[in-house]
């Protein structure tokens, strides 16, 4: 079956501008993580949605960033006037029962890179 | 602040060999484990999990130990094949107010090359 997706896999912008991240996850997955991981190290968790809402956003590193998931399936991370220090592959999860050990599916991630 | 960490940051062996990747964590309250898989340019693949109350569980190839006492879980990979290298994060999760493990707090990742 289908696993994690996000698109793009590549995204080049300008210092300043806006960009928007997409995830679809795993069909039926009521929970949905995005993390970010710069190079060279581990993935940082940025925010946690079960269904439609987000159950914990504090991985967020400022207002310049938001994320949704409207009809709980598909995500947007939003980064607003992006900055050369936003670099990085950001990552999309998901996993099928909300608030418990089920397991953490990773897409392949969006790198994305603020000139 | 607390952490999860690993002691070696890169690792090399013949392929064939039995392969130990360690891992430090620092956070008590941490009670599930889990060892992910990264290709370049892919995300994260789950290979194996444990709970604080357990000290070892095994997979296919693989097992994981956990030791509570020094806070130190193990990777140990059974005949390390080529398709096995990788770079491989330990990550950890305390369970929150409501019963729940979801954030994971990663390791900075050992990389793991296999020597055909």
Redesign the interface.
């Known amino acids: 079956g289908a696993g994690v997706s996000q698109t793009p896999s590549n995204k080049v912008t300008e210092k300043g501008k806006y960009v928007e991240l997409r995830c679809d996850p795993i069909s039926g997955h009521t929970a949905l993580y995005w993390y970010r991981q710069s190079l060279g190290q581990g993935p940082e968790f940025l925010i946690y949605f079960q269904g439609t809402g987000a159950a914990d956003d504090s991985g967020l590193p400022n207002d310049r960033f938001f994320a949704v998931r409207p009809e709980g399936s598909v995500s947007t991370l939003k980064i607003q006037r992006t900055e050369r220090g936003d670099s990085a592959v950001y990552l999309c999860a998901s996993s099928l029962l909300a608030g418990s050990t089920d397991t953490q599916y990773f897409g392949p991630g969006t790198r994305l890179t603020v000139l | 602040g607390e952490s ?1 960490g690993l002691h070696l940051p890169t690792l090399s062996v013949q392929e064939g060999d039995n392969s130990i990747i360690n891992c430090a964590y620092s956070n008590s309250a941490s009670d ?1 484990f ?1 060892w ?1 898989k990264q290709e370049s ?6 290979i194996i ?1 444990i ?1 604080s109350n357990m000290d070892k569980r095994q997979g296919q190839r693989v097992t994981v130990l956990l030791n509570k006492t020094v806070k130190h879980l193990s990777l140990q990979i059974a005949a390390t094949q080529p398709g096995d290298s990788a770079v491989y ?1 330990c ?1 950890e ?1 305390p369970r929150d107010s ?12 050992t990389l793991l090359t296999v020597n055909p």
């Not at chain 2, 340019?41 to 789950?46: C, S």
Request: net charge positive.
């Open positions: 999860v599930y889990i992910y340019g892919k995300g994260p693949q789950f999990d709970r994060f990550a999760t409501g019963g729940s493990n979801y954030k994971l707090t990663f390791g900075k990742g």
